[in-house]
T-cell receptor
Framework: VQLVQSGAEVKKPGESLRISCKGS????????ISWVRQMPGKGLEWMGRIDTSDSHTNYSPSFQGHVTLSADRSISTAYLQWTSLKASDTAMYYCARHPSYGRPAPFDYWGHGTLITVSS | DIQMTQSPSTLSASVGDRITITCRAS??????LAWYQQKPGKAPKLLIYKASTLESGVPSRFSGSGSGTEFTLTITSLQPDDFATYYC????????FGQGTKLEIK
């Protein structure tokens, strides 16, 4: 099982961005993908999740309206997107999988993280 | 929105010590609680799920307990590799993490 995330990005405020998380070694559509933010020196914040089988999403209230989750099951890839970045979006972003069927489940596999730096 | 309160935020201990970290949920989450270990520059690693079930490959010196709103992570006989930051996570309703506990060498 692997979740491979896209590389680090340096962007300016107001720019748009989409980062990716590609799953392999398992049935992609049997798992949700969640995204987790970690600001420099801070803790883990759950942003939201996407059901990769039908692209149904749930967002944390803290992130609703600020980011968009999407997925392309044909290439086993989930995306996290911003339309207008702010300096406060500077952080490491992780994707993680958890089963989308049966009982609630923890995040058993994580991507290596994508570092986003937003600076003018 | 379920809030998770973890304590202490920092813990100083020595190799061989036994330590306990506490996590409280703002409402009952049954046993839908996980513990993760994170080292600098690395992704979190799942240690324990369903409050007390050890993930495969995790050493038996790690253990978890609790249900409802009160949970603990215990590490017996601390090893040098255990000094890291630990997070609890509720996955009863979507997900939320505790603030983290940094375990430092005394």
């Amino acid at each position: 099982v692997q979740l491979v995330q896209s590389g680090a990005e340096v962007k300016k405020p107001g720019e748009s961005l989409r980062i990716s998380c590609k799953g392999s070694g398992y049935t992609f559509t049997s798992y949700w993908i969640s995204w987790v933010r970690q600001m420099p020196g801070k803790g883990l914040e759950w942003m939201g999740r996407i059901d990769t089988s039908d692209s149904h999403t749930n967002y944390s209230p803290s992130f609703q309206g600020h980011v968009t989750l999407s997925a392309d099951r044909s290439i086993s890839t989930a995306y996290l997107q911003w339309t207008s970045l702010k300096a406060s979006d500077t952080a490491m972003y992780y994707c993680a999988r958890h089963p989308s069927y049966g009982r609630p489940a923890p995040f058993d596999y994580w991507g290596h993280g994508t570092l986003i730096t937003v600076s003018s | 929105d379920i809030q998770m309160t973890q304590s202490p935020s920092t813990l100083s201990a020595s190799v061989g010590d036994r330590i306990t970290i506490t996590c409280r949920a703002s409402q009952s989450i049954s046993t839908w609680l996980a513990w993760y270990q994170q080292k600098p520059g690395k992704a979190p690693k799942l240690l324990i799920y369903k409050a007390s079930t050890l993930e495969s490959g995790v050493p038996s010196r790690f253990s978890g307990s609790g249900s409802g709103t009160e949970f603990t992570l215990t590490i017996t006989s601390l090893q040098p590799d255990d000094f890291a930051t630990y997070y609890c996570q509720q996955y009863h309703t979507y997900s939320r993490f505790g603030q983290g506990t940094k375990l430092e060498i005394k």
